[in-house]
């Protein structure tokens, strides 16, 4: 992967973060209590579900665009994606079949983070292989 392709790769990971994270809490809030209200989460406990993961997914998206501990931040974006799914999938499974697919879009990111993750053990190891 070219700095240019590697570049618009943590752009474009940064700005599904942001958007997510803005578009659950300000536009789409009441998708967000219809779905945790469909796997019986409701109230003070939904509020809190959509705001803390309207904030994990901003603090995602600037740690991307600040480009600090990659390693890291691939690490946490893989297991928050895969909770994302796992949670979702026990709240409500026909999102699997879900034309639009908010889920089975997850399979590419995760093959797109852990690539990003190779690269950058690679390009730590060869730092650490210079010293």
Not at 99 to 111: A, D, E, R, S
Request: glycine content about 8%.
């Amino acid at each position: 992967m070219n700095k240019s392709t590697h570049l618009l790769a943590n752009v474009s990971l940064s700005f599904l973060w942001l958007f997510t994270g803005i578009t659950s809490v300000f536009f789409a809030k009441d998708v967000g209590y219809q779905v945790l209200a469909n796997g019986g989460i409701d109230g003070w406990l939904a509020t809190v579900a959509i705001y803390s993961g309207s904030l994990v997914d901003v603090a995602i998206g600037i740690w991307v665009l600040i480009g600090v501990q990659r390693r890291r931040c691939y690490q946490v974006q893989i297991w928050v994606v895969l909770t994302y799914s796992l949670l979702l999938t026990f709240i409500d499974p026909s999102f699997w079949l879900h034309p639009f697919g908010p889920l089975t879009k997850n399979m590419p990111i995760l093959v797109l983070l852990f690539h990003l993750y190779q690269l950058e053990q690679g390009a730590v190891r060869q730092t650490s292989d210079l010293d």
